[in-house]
């Protein structure tokens, strides 16, 4: 009786092993065909333009909820270094980037060209303008002179600036420009700056959040041409040419990320944050939910650049004399790898 029960006592731990043993390697064979198939994932290099904010939420999110991943990619988010994007871009060491179209304007007004091209509009129409502090009474461009103004010293900055002065009936010669890299907008109008140039969705947002009562104005309401496309991603042009399908599939995931977005404010602000837990969450939460109704705008879809607004900036730059030479219409950008 002993031996049968030594023998079947063996037998069942035989089979138990078997059991284990077939149990752990059909785990290590999922995890060994999960491993290759993520390795199957092609890379996909993105360098963003500044520090992480809600302008990228769409990137953070279709990461996240793995879009990209479903379009066989696997995408690194990189901050830029100083000379941008858009060289890292050019020289093909990213594959997409995230620039502005007046930033563009020098890459494409040279005799030789940056072969990058802008692929889809992050925001559909530019939200920057001036911001102050309510008590210094700036509620227009007019209200600008006999105050002073945080410049970078670009010549285009400079020049629109001029422009939607002018246009107001003001003189722009009475607007002390004072050489300033206002990191901290809100900050900085708290000090001895009385106007910056920002971009609504983050600085306005900020100062609303923070509670710093101030005025603002954009300058496309000053001056259409100034409605210029601010943000864009764009894209190296050898991998346009060489893999549109790769093109086609990151764009598929990122519109869907911004769609996202779109629809779910406040998952999408918590998406951004989690990868980025340096952000303030008030305001993170505040700008993404103002730019819900902004990401797409009045455009027919998400992401699409009118060719009228496109060309008419940078007419307005070869006009005023601001660039080398004239950039072609329609150079620059293309909406033909977009979902349709």
Request: net charge negative.
């Amino acid at each position: 009786m002993k031996t049968k029960k030594f023998t079947a006592l063996v037998l069942l731990l035989s089979l138990l092993l078997t059991a284990c043993g077939g149990k752990e390697n059909k785990s290590n064979s999922t995890a060994t065909a999960d491993e290759g198939s993520k390795k199957d994932l092609k890379e996909v290099k993105f360098v963003l333009d500044w520090t992480p904010n809600t302008n990228h939420t769409g990137i953070y999110v279709a990461d996240a909820l793995g879009y990209y991943e479903e379009e066989g990619l696997k995408i690194s988010i990189a901050q830029p270094p100083e000379d941008g994007a858009e060289a890292l871009v050019a020289s093909g060491k990213a594959d997409f980037g995230v620039s502005f179209q007046d930033v563009l304007a020098a890459a494409f007004a040279n005799e030789t060209p940056l072969p990058i091209t802008s692929v889809c509009a992050l925001i559909d129409h530019n939200t920057s303008g001036i911001i102050s502090l309510k008590d210094k009474n700036i509620t227009r461009p007019k209200d600008m002179e006999n105050h002073n103004y945080a410049t970078w010293d670009n010549p285009v900055e400079q020049a629109i600036l001029k422009n939607v002065i002018q246009k107001d009936g003001g003189n722009p010669d009475l607007v002390e420009f004072i050489p300033s890299t206002a990191t901290d907008a809100i900050s900085a109008i708290q000090t001895n700056i009385d106007t910056v140039w920002v971009y609504y969705a983050w600085d306005g947002i900020a100062a609303q959040v923070k509670e710093v009562p101030t005025n603002y104005f954009p300058f496309k309401d000053i001056n259409p041409v100034f409605d210029y496309y601010s943000p864009v991603i764009i894209a190296n042009n050898s991998l346009l040419e060489k893999d549109p399908d790769m093109v086609k599939a990151f764009l598929r995931a990122t519109v869907k990320g911004y769609r996202y977005a779109m629809e779910n404010p406040d998952k999408a602000a918590e998406i951004l944050c989690k990868a980025n837990p340096e952000l303030d969450k008030d305001l993170v939460l505040a700008s993404q939910k103002w730019l819900t109704d902004q990401y797409q705008g009045d455009a027919k879809s998400f992401g699409f650049i009118d060719q009228d607004r496109w060309d008419s900036f940078y007419q307005w730059l070869a006009d005023e004399g601001l660039i080398k030479n004239p950039i072609a219409k329609g150079h620059g950008f293309t909406n033909d790898f977009l979902p349709q």
